[in-house]
Structure formats: structure tokens, C-alpha cells
């Protein structure tokens, strides 16, 4: 008999390594099995899988005689496997293999005259099946066997490792798939950025979507602004209780809207729960539509027509205090206006309330049931302001993983407030000029060309007419913005106007933070209205929530608030007098803080308190480190 040829152990295990790396699951049992026989030079492999309450090894694939065979099942009992899986070890039978198994029916039909089986173990040592080796003729003991052997059983316990566990997961997932959408009710996932990640079928059908999911939407879409408020408010005290194994059930229903803009009542639970240590919300929502008695909804129905008519006959906006003659001008040119699909430009220095005059045009035009979008141009990086006008498809940049709707989609049929128009980059300012004149756009990244019909109201405390001569905004843009301009007179020009703003505030700052203060005192108001006000509105509702909150005694405190005492005359005594070092550096430190209260403690840039100083920014940050400035409360 010729001595059997056999392959370099070495080259043996780099052919089989090389012949099923690429592979996983039911692919590489297959390569393995085939390979194994070519390169070892015997009539068959087969790996099982070993199913312990049937007593059975259930073949994960089988080579024999050079054709696999499937669907190979048998009982263990009797047979030379039997060894291999009760020993947990290595079985060979170099020789006569039929003659020690006789009961085994299946080893003389397959021409068995040795064999070689190595059990497969689980890393707690529980045998999940085995690898086996079948000749037609004798198997000597040949150690380069037994390694490769070794090695690959080992690999293929590893598969058979993962193929259960992959199993297990498909299984645990089908059987959560089937109770969480067996449930009529809506349940969404959302994380701490407030991002909806899973949402069940209940949810789909109670909120209508069609052709697209929640996934990646914001939490707050689903709810109307005071529901959102309350959900807020509750979530904060869940947080606080700091029990995420506990539900919480909110007692008043909530009101949620559908992708058709319908609003239903729902009843509210949440639950949390940590997953690789990021923070997740359930909510559990059931619509109670149906269970709202039609008292109920016919008294809120009352109320809002109620309060829908005293609106519309309230000639007045209540936001916008003042009784001065400017302020009047500012509002008959609002009514004046607001009718009519104008664009409007209003005008005026910072903190003058530009975003309060476009809200009252809007509120008093035909627009009002739609909405206001309102975008500032200053707040956002360039590159990101056209996809928050225009909004962008999926893919269309980096991080864009959704489709996104921009504000002039949103504002269809409504209004789009540009605060800062003038900080709109030149590339930009073509593409809303076309929007304009067009009422056409394409969101970043399509070509499909979108119509919308919105009317555009723009403000700016900056001169467009001078930004057109410096090349920094289009003429064409300007005329068409400019269409009817409203110029909003500064705080100072106003008179007691101021004295009716601070009161107003008073009022507001202290209800809202319930603290007990005595209002101004006449010296007070006399005081605010000697000043300047570079800053505005918005500089005199900062001085009165300081006075507030550095007040003592229960006493409005105005002494040290306000950066200048007012505009007294200087006489020629003090034009004369000389200036101590320690008062020069008090003067130079209130003139910073100055600067950055007016700007809202914006350093740099454009409208920045080192601008306003003519200083650089490096030279300001130094004194302000020099004199110890840190940012007060503003609001």
C-alpha cells in the first residue's frame, strides 16, 4: 500500500486559514469542512451543533466523497461521537471503526474505516457540538493532523459561538419587536439632545406618518408649546428625583400634534434608562381623543373664540410699551403696513425691540393663523446659514444624515422674520433675492426647485446704504427689502416712555422670580431717564433685573448700576480737573463694562465690545483679567 501523501503542516494551515477567512456562519462551516478533507486527505468533515435535549448532533455541514451532503441530523447514541461529546475531548479511531460501532447504521454506508472527533466548547466549558474526520482507510496518528485539527475545531467553536449568540439576539429581538408594536399605544424613544431615535407602529399610525419616520426628529415637534412646557417641567423633576427606575405618569393630559398639523389630547407616562452610558426617555402616549367629554372641548373651543376676538379688536399691541410721539408714528405705520404683503425693513440701533414692531406686523396681517419664522443672520456660521434658509437633503454634507426643512419652507404662506440682514453673506443674498423676486429656491444639495409664498420682513441696526458702498450688500437686495421702512427711534429719544419700560420690567422681574422689592423710587426714574442708554431696551431691562438682584433692605438699588450717572453738563471746574491714577483706571474699567454691556458681552467680531473700543481683542481680554470684570446677569 502507497505511504498516503501528505501536505507540510505549515502549508496545511496557511491553504485552510486562507480558504475560510473570508467567510462567517454557514459559509465558513461550509469552507472549512471542504477544505479540511482536500488538505488532510480524507473521505469527510463535518461540524454539528449539538442539540442536548434531543440527544442529537445536527450537522452545520458535511463533506463527503466530494459533494456536501445537507440536512444531517442523527442520535448520538452508539456512535463514535457519543465519546466525543460525553468525554468532552479528542476520539481517533485510526482503524475498524465499524467494527467497535456496529449499531452505528450510517458508518458503513459512508465507507468509514477511521475517525477523528473533537468537541466544540462554549468559553464556560458547555460542549455546543463537535468537529469530526471519516477516512476510508486507516487514520495513523499523525501529530501535524492533530494541531491543524486542534486549531480549526477551535475556530469553529468560535463561529458556533457567535451564531448562537447573533441567534439569541434575532430571537430577543422578534419577541420585543412583537410587544412593543402589539400595543395600540404610541411609544418614542428620544435622548438627552431631545432626538427621537425608535418609534413603534402605534406611533406611525396615531401620528399619521406617511413615507417617512420619527427618527432623527426633535421631541418637540410632536407636542404643541404649552404641552412642551409641561413636559419640560416634568422632566426636570424626574431628573431631579434622580429615580430612573420609577415611571412617571403626568396627571393632565398633554396635546400632540400629527404630520398633518392635527392636535389631539393624549394621557403621558415616561420612563428612562441608561445604554452605553448615554441617557434615553421613553414615552408612552395614549390618544384620549375619543374620551374628552364634548363639555370639555366645547368650553375650550369658547374660550379660545373669546380670546380670538378680543385680539382681533385690540387695536393695541401690549408688548410694545410707550406712549411717546415716535413710538405712535412707529405703530399707525405697522397698521399702515400690516395689511398689505409688503416687505418691510425696519431700522433701528441695537435693543431698540425691532423683532417686537415685526411680530405686531405680522399679527396684524392676513398671515397671522400661519406662522412667524424668524432667523437671525449674525448667529450662525456662514456655511451654515444657507441650510438653515433653504434647508438641505440627506447626504448633501457632512453630518447631513436627514433630509432638513428650511425656514423659508416653514414660513409658507406665513412670514420669515431676517433679523441682522446685513451680516447675510454676498453668495446668500442672490439666492434670497431670487427667492424675492421668484418666490422659488433649492434646498442645499437638490435640484428640485421649491415655491413658496412668504412675506419678508428684515431688520438691522447697521447702514445698508453704507455696507452697499463698501461692497458688502447688493443694491438690488436693498431696494427690495426696502420696500416700507420703519425706523424705530432709540430709548433716549423717547421720554418717559423709559419710566413706563422700567416699571413694566419691574414688574416682570419680580413676579417671575418672586422676590419682594419696593419699585423705584421717583430719584430712580428721574435718574434713568438723565442717562443715555447706548444700549436700548434691552441695556435699561438690564440695569433694572441688577438693581433687583443687588438690591438690599427690600430697596430698588440703582447706585453703582447704571455705567454713567447721566448726561450732566460739565462746567468749566470740572473740564479743568485733574485726574488721580487710581480715577483714571476707575474710569477706564467703567467704560469696559460699558462696552460690554452694551454688546451683550460679545468681545469680538463685528458689533463686539473690542470694536466699540477701538482696542484689540487680545488687549481687551487682558484687562478684563487686569480688572477683574466678570459678566453680571442679563436678561
Same mark, same amino acid.
Given at each position: ?14 491553504? /485552510? ?58 442520535? /448520538? ?37 477511521s475517525y477523528m472527533g473533537i468537541s466544540l466548547k462554549d468559553i464556560d466549558g458547555k460542549i455546543l457540538g463537535h468537529l469530526a474526520l471519516l477516512d476510508n482507510k486507516p487514520m495513523p496518528e499523525i501529530p501535524e493532523v492533530y494541531a491543524i485539527f486542534k486549531i480549526f475545531a477551535s475556530r469553529a467553536g468560535a463561529e458556533l459561538r457567535r451564531e448562537i449568540i447573533q441567534r439569541k439576539v434575532i430571537e430577543s429581538e422578534a419577541k420585543l419587536n412583537r410587544l412593543v408594536n402589539g400595543t395600540n399605544d404610541a411609544i418614542l424613544e428620544f435622548n ?13 399610525? /396615531? ?19 404649552? =404641552? ?34 392635527? !392636535?389631539?389630547?393624549? $394621557? ?29 372641548? @366645547? ?69 397671522? =393663523?400661519? #406662522?412667524?419664522?424668524? %432667523? ?5 456660521? !456662514? ?19 436627514? !433630509? ?31 427667492? @424675492? ?34 461692497? $458688502? ?46 419699585? #423705584? ?57 485733574? %485726574? ?11 467704560? /469696559? ?43
Amino acid at each position: 500500500m502507497e505511504e498516503r501523501k501528505r501536505v507540510p503542516a505549515l502549508i496545511a494551515l496557511k491553504q /485552510i486559514i486562507e480558504t475560510t477567512s473570508e467567510f462567517t456562519g454557514k459559509a465558513f462551516f461550509r469552507a472549512l469542512v471542504k477544505h479540511l478533507s482536500e488538505i488532510l486527505d480524507v473521505h469527510g468533515v463535518w461540524v454539528t451543533e449539538y442539540l442536548e435535549e434531543h440527544y442529537k448532533l445536527k450537522a452545520l455541514a458535511f463533506w463527503l466523497n466530494g459533494d456536501y451532503v445537507e440536512k444531517y441530523e442523527y442520535s /448520538i447514541t452508539d456512535t463514535p461521537c457519543q465519546d466525543v461529546i460525553e468525554n468532552q475531548d479528542l476520539c481517533h479511531i485510526p482503524d475498524k471503526v465499524v467494527d467497535l460501532y456496529p449499531k452505528d447504521t450510517d458508518l458503513k454506508p459512508f465507507g468509514a474505516v477511521s475517525y477523528m472527533g473533537i468537541s466544540l466548547k462554549d468559553i464556560d466549558g458547555k460542549i455546543l457540538g463537535h468537529l469530526a474526520l471519516l477516512d476510508n482507510k486507516p487514520m495513523p496518528e499523525i501529530p501535524e493532523v492533530y494541531a491543524i485539527f486542534k486549531i480549526f475545531a477551535s475556530r469553529a467553536g468560535a463561529e458556533l459561538r457567535r451564531e448562537i449568540i447573533q441567534r439569541k439576539v434575532i430571537e430577543s429581538e422578534a419577541k420585543l419587536n412583537r410587544l412593543v408594536n402589539g400595543t395600540n399605544d404610541a411609544i418614542l424613544e428620544f435622548n438627552s439632545e431631545f432626538k427621537i431615535t425608535q418609534s413603534n407602529q402605534a406611533a406611525n399610525e /396615531i401620528f399619521e406618518v406617511v413615507n417617512k419616520t420619527f427618527i432623527g426628529t426633535d421631541i418637540k415637534t410632536v407636542f404643541d408649546y404649552a =404641552s412642551l412646557t409641561q413636559l419640560n417641567s416634568a422632566l426636570l423633576k424626574y431628573n431631579a428625583a434622580n429615580n430612573t427606575k420609577s415611571t412617571l405618569h403626568l396627571e393632565e393630559p398633554l396635546i400632540c400634534i400629527n404630520c398633518k398639523g392635527e !392636535s389631539f389630547p393624549a $394621557k403621558i407616562n415616561i420612563s428612562s434608562y441608561h445604554f452605553e452610558k448615554h441617557l434615553y426617555y421613553a414615552l408612552y402616549i395614549r390618544n384620549i381623543k375619543d374620551e374628552v367629554s364634548n363639555k370639555l372641548k @366645547i368650553k375650550e373651543l369658547n374660550v379660545e373664540t373669546i380670546m380670538l376676538k378680543e385680539k382681533m379688536n385690540a387695536q393695541q399691541f401690549n408688548y410694545i410699551i410707550g406712549k411717546s410721539e415716535p413710538i405712535k408714528k412707529c405703530l399707525d405705520l405697522v397698521i399702515q403696513v400690516a395689511p398689505t404683503d409688503a416687505n418691510v425693513l425696519i431700522l433701528g440701533e441695537t435693543g431698540t425691540g425691532k423683532e417686537l414692531f415685526a411680530k405686531a406686523i405680522h399679527e396684524s396681517s392676513g398671515r397671522k =393663523s400661519k #406662522p412667524m419664522i424668524t %432667523l437671525n443672520c449674525a448667529a450662525l456660521p !456662514s456655511e451654515l446659514i444657507e441650510s438653515e434658509l433653504f434647508g438641505h437633503v440627506k447626504g448633501a454634507f457632512t453630518g447631513a444624515l436627514t !433630509s432638513r426643512e428650511g425656514r423659508f419652507s416653514l414660513a409658507d404662506h406665513g412670514t420669515i422674520f431676517l433679523d441682522e440682514i446685513a451680516e447675510l453673506p454676498l453668495p446668500l443674498q442672490a439666492k434670497l433675492l431670487r427667492v @424675492i423676486q421668484e418666490g422659488t429656491f433649492e434646498p442645499v444639495g437638490s435640484s428640485e426647485t421649491k415655491k413658496v409664498d412668504v412675506r419678508i420682513i428684515a431688520a438691522t441696526h447697521r447702514n445698508l446704504e453704507k455696507r452697499i458702498e463698501e461692497g $458688502k450688500f447688493r443694491e438690488d437686495l436693498f431696494y427690495r427689502l426696502n420696500v416700507f421702512p420703519i425706523n424705530i427711534p432709540p430709548l433716549r429719544e423717547r421720554g418717559n416712555d423709559i419710566i413706563l419700560i422700567a416699571k413694566a420690567f419691574f414688574e416682570k422681574i419680580t413676579k417671575n422670580k418672586a422676590l419682594y422689592v419696593m419699585p #423705584p423710587t421717583t430719584k430712580n426714574l428721574n435718574k434713568l431717564t438723565t442717562y443715555n442708554w447706548p444700549g436700548n431696551v434691552r441695556e435699561l431691562q438690564n440695569v433694572i433685573e441688577r438693581g433687583i438682584i443687588t438690591s438690599s433692605d427690600g430697596n430698588f438699588n440703582l447706585d453703582s448700576i447704571l455705567p454713567m450717572p447721566g448726561k450732566p453738563i460739565p462746567d468749566e471746574a470740572e473740564n479743568s480737573r485733574i %485726574l488721580t491714577s487710581d480715577q483714571l483706571l476707575k474710569l477706564e474699567k467703567d467704560n /469696559i463694562i460699558k462696552a460690554l454691556n452694551i454688546t451683550s458681552w460679545k468681545i469680538s467680531g463685528e458689533g463686539g465690545a473690542a470694536e466699540l473700543l477701538n482696542l484689540p481683542r487680545t488687549t481687551l481680554t487682558s484687562k478684563i483679567k487686569k480688572f477683574r470684570i466678570k459678566p453680571v446677569a442679563i436678561g
